[in-house]
């Protein structure tokens, strides 16, 4: 096709079907290249989906903002959808998405994902990795590692087969084919177990007349090592002349029972477009019950796939190429069962990429998984994201979360959003701790460079403008202290940030830096054996303060900059620690005024101590533990976004059985009566089913919704004109740890 295109530049035709061949063997760089030239030989007109087509592959390419302008200008023109298309529909959502994937483009996660290796991965695609036990897997595999090339009419046998391979502690090793459910004219692929691993459920899928794909389920059963003759199942889940594929099956509970439910995906009548994912309930005798559809919060104008239910967790993990993304199909989290769901959460990068990501699953231990993606890091024999591979993720232990916040002033902690937050890596784990005065100088030793500033006055607030500045330096010069609005440059290495969070390595020493007006506070912090330690140096302060956290585990670090006119700036740090042997506390540095659940180990750990002695009972400190859960507006993740203080909760309560807690659930003005209240009843249920599916008991939790009747602060000003940060406040869990 690329030699007739040459042979006939001008010929729109040639270009766009040589642009679709690019586009359709995934290799979106070329893609692009040939769908730029049709749709400039097209000039405003715009006849044919060569736009649409031209923007998807910007997106593919990571080019967001020329996606999110072309995908508008496809959705302004002209053109017509045929019958049962949507591209206008899709075009105006992506031009969202594009937008979604600029704003989170940092946003990361705590994940390390790695090649499974060529044992298992080969040139062409491999897919649907599904464990027998913790040291076989089983995946599909188009095994060649070679270009293949078929003449036209040719009877060819290039077909996908299911594969095993073993682990031996280290290494996947070579693969073998799975005996008894391979065939030789069909594509045999998308394997998964029932959960007692007795039933191999699988697809077979042939070509149909439009030179598609037709898949159909079928299951084996599974006993002493051995596979059974597979059987097709039922045409109630087989709907004859459409697809059926991607089984998984799980166990659900729903109120308070449980059900063996089959999972799948097929774009029979009924759905919402392209290829929906589907659920049938399998009864104890083994027949379906007739599928329904996961419903709309799921499934879209386009396609749904590769289903994964955690029963452990009531998470449904699948991919979509419609729900906001960054590439092309990206994973998704959503709570539920059957047709009621939560809105799905996109599961980050580097889960996710600018590519397709698939076939998310989590291992027993469920620190880890599998998924499969087309990222340019895989093998491939033509383009660089031609074809998919399995990879393994896992949680990285060797990294914490660092949130950093700006508030003004230390007790009323009230968010200051025009504040300037960033977090830098030093390359010297040493701390410029100490200066030494020499007539007016005052020389520091930091990152082995040595530097001298020259001061006007001998005072400590002095020195911690000189040591600012040495730290902002870009050159020579230092920088004056009042002019400091960010860090200088180049000097040091900035670390991505998502809403002020950051992925930061223990093994490292880092310069947390907030500017609010004039004033800059810095704050150094490094790891060592059973601690951090921080050092505060501000613009407004007439001492260096140096703080240290001991935990012996932990997963988050909070650190707090405060800003106020009547006092010196200053910052906090905060480790939320994991629970681990008793006796093991966590020296919390927060103001009096915060609390968090760090500060309850300590305060119980207190408790605990007195109690043993007799000298104080426990019951003296009841309903005065409380943690504060603020939400924005409507939030519709407001359980997501605190999971990591009520997971802490939850090791809280198990650690400690004689703990209840109460919920009071508080809203801002906005909306009626009636809507707030009923809001506010939402969240503080919301809380305790959380809380049960950690194995809380729900007779330990209790609450009640307020609505807007009990507010913090004012909702407005004293003009009348509303107050964003005030109505914040008011919108607030206030969760009161008590005992029983």
Known sequence: MLELVEAHPGNKKYVLELANAYFFSRDYKNAEKWYKKHVDMDGDKVTTIALFRYAECLKYNEKYKEAENAFRKFAQSKYRDARKENYKKIAENEIASCQWAQKNLTQTNPYKVAHLGDNVNSAYSDFAPTLLSDSVLIYSSLQSDTVLTVEPDEAHHYMVKLYSSGYDGQTWGPNSLLPNVNT?????????????????????????????????????????ERFSKPKKLPASINRKGYTSTQPHVSLVENKGNKYEVLFYTSNRPGGRGGLDIWCAVIDPRGGYRAPANLGKDINTLRDEITPYYDSTSGNLYFSSNYHYGFGGYDIFRSQGAFNIWTAPVNMGKPLNTRVDDSYFSIRGDRNAGFLVSNRPEGYHLTSETCCDDIYEYSFNNDLMLAKLNAYAGKEAKVPLKDAVIRLFEKPSLQFPESAYRKDDEYAFNGDSVQHTVRLSADSASALNKAIINNLMRSGSKPVPARENTLIQAGRYKELPSADNSYLIDPDKAYIGAAVYDKDTVLLLFRSAPQKILSKTFTTDDHSTSRQEIRTRDFSLAVIDFYFDKTQAADSSVTALATETEAGNTVNDIESEHSHTVSKLYKELEAQKTRTLSKDIPIKEYSGELKIVLNYDFDDTKFIEKNSGSLDSLARLLTRYPELTIFIAAHTD?????????????????????????????????SGQGYGESEPLVPNENPDGSDNPENRWLNRRAVITIMEN
């Open 184 to 224: 030789r004219f069909e594509n045999n692929a998308n394997g998964s177990f029932s959960p007692d691993k007795k039933r191999f459920y699988f697809t077979r899928c042939t070509e149909d007349a439009d030179g598609g794909m037709l898949c159909h389920i079928y299951m084996s059963n599974y006993e002493n």
């Open 669 to 701: 003005s906005k909306g009626s009566e009636e809507y707030n209240l009923s809001l506010s009843k939402k969240r503080y249920r919301a809380i305790i089913d959380y809380m049960a599916k950690k194995g809380i008991s729900r007779k330990r939790m």
